[in-house]
């Protein structure tokens, strides 16, 4: 079979010329081939309806109509208000050892971010200091005296800057949850006597803690990089894996994206606009904190600054880098 030359070109150029189009205005109604229903005449939620003596469009239940599974007559369950509109002072379902676990579980989905694990207030956004309004604490004398229902409502209907988790958290997990606020709160505000009762080993408790306050600080100096100024080739090493170094340049000669850091520190190095330098220490430093202002002959400039890095992390960088070098003195 043969075709056109011509009508080839329209068939392949046609689609093309019509793609176009897209995202240009037009004046006349776009063409919608396949209707789907999508344009139909009907009534709107709350909008006027003559046919009926009313005037509303929306009908009534026909009386005598049961409700079922929807209707929220249990203000004490869905609002946590007694008929009076104050608070209930007390969950008003079963509180189980399984349902306190939900509400844990639950908790931590929900809650951890701003009220913090043990609900102290010290939550990721919250230790971030990202600005938001400051969760208060469950520990406060004033809401260890509040009534579950109080706690219920923070949940369904938000308090003041913190917002409703109505739509997320379900009837029965709101009042987990609040089951388990309960408990941390009773965790934190154990008497001497309750305490004697439960037989606990006290100084071991204290010991366990000390221990993991003092690996938690560890690990937090370890992360804001206030690691006491310390310079060494582990640390470089370390910091270089961690800041992705490692995809562009290697350690035993062979060429990445970048030039590889075997024999780097010492050598003569040549640039895309013809200069050379040694590279000293001074010269290592600079392509880490500003890696354009000499790109090595042969290489793309792609490599990011790194000027976040603190001075101590810059130093190991270089230490680990003269390292590899047999050119260091
Ligand atoms: C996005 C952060 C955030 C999350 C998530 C969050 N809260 Fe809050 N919460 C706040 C802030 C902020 C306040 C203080 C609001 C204010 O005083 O303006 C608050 C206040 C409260 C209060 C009232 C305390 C008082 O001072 O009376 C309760 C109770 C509470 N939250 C419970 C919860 C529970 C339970 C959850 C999990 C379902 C939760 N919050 C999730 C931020 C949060
Ligand atoms: C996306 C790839 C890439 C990453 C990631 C990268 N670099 Fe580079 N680096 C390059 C390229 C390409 C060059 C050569 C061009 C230039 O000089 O800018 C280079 C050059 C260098 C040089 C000078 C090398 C020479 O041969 O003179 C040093 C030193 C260096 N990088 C250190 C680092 C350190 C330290 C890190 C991690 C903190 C790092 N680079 C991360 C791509 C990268």
Same mark, same amino acid.
């Given at each position: 079979m043969k075709v056109s030359k011509y009508l080839l070109l329209a068939v392949l150029v046609l689609p093309l010329a019509l793609a176009g189009c897209r995202g240009g205005k037009f004046q006349s109604q776009p063409v919608h081939p396949n209707m789907n229903m999508d344009q139909q005449k009907r009534f709107e939620a709350q909008e006027k309806n003559e046919f009926f003596s009313d005037n509303r469009a929306m009908r009534k239940p026909v009386e005598g109509t049961i409700a079922r599974? =929807?209707?929220?007559?249990d203000k004490a369950l869905y609002q946590g208000i007694n008929e009076d509109s104050s608070f209930v002072d007390q969950i008003p379902v079963d509180v189980t050892k399984s349902f306190i676990y939900r509400g844990k579980d639950q908790y931590e989905v929900f809650c951890t971010p701003c009220h913090g694990i043990a609900g102290d207030g010290n939550g990721i956004i919250m230790a971030n200091n990202y600005g938001y309004v400051p969760a208060p604490s469950f520990h406060l004398e004033r809401l260890r005296n509040q009534s579950d229902g109080y706690l219920y409502s923070a949940i369904a209907n938000g308090i003041r800057n913190m917002p409703s988790y109505a739509t997320q958290i379900p009837v029965k997990d709101r009042w987990a949850i609040v089951a388990y606020v309960r408990a941390l709160q009773k965790s934190q505000n154990v008497s001497e006597d309750e305490i004697q009762e439960y037989d606990v080993d006290l100084a071991a408790l204290e010991e366990d803690y000390q221990e993991k306050l003092a690996a938690q600080q560890a690990k937090e100096e370890a992360q804001a990089g206030g690691d006491g100024g310390e310079v060494s080739v582990e640390r470089g090493k370390t910091i270089a894996q961690n800041n992705g170094c490692m995809t562009c340049h290697s350690t035993d000669g062979s060429k990445l994206v970048g030039p590889t850091w075997? =024999?780097?520190?010492?050598s003569e190095r040549t640039f895309d606009d013809g200069s050379t330098a040694t590279a000293n220490e001074e010269y290592l430093k600079e392509s880490i904190v500003e890696p354009s202002a000499k790109v090595v002959e042969g290489?793309?400039?792609?490599m990011v600054s790194y000027d976040f890095l603190s001075d101590s992390e810059i130093n190991s960088l270089v230490e680990y880098i003269k390292s590899l070098s047999e050119n260091a003195e």
């Open positions: 599974d =929807n209707l929220k007559e075997q =024999n780097l520190y010492g290489y793309p400039p792609s």
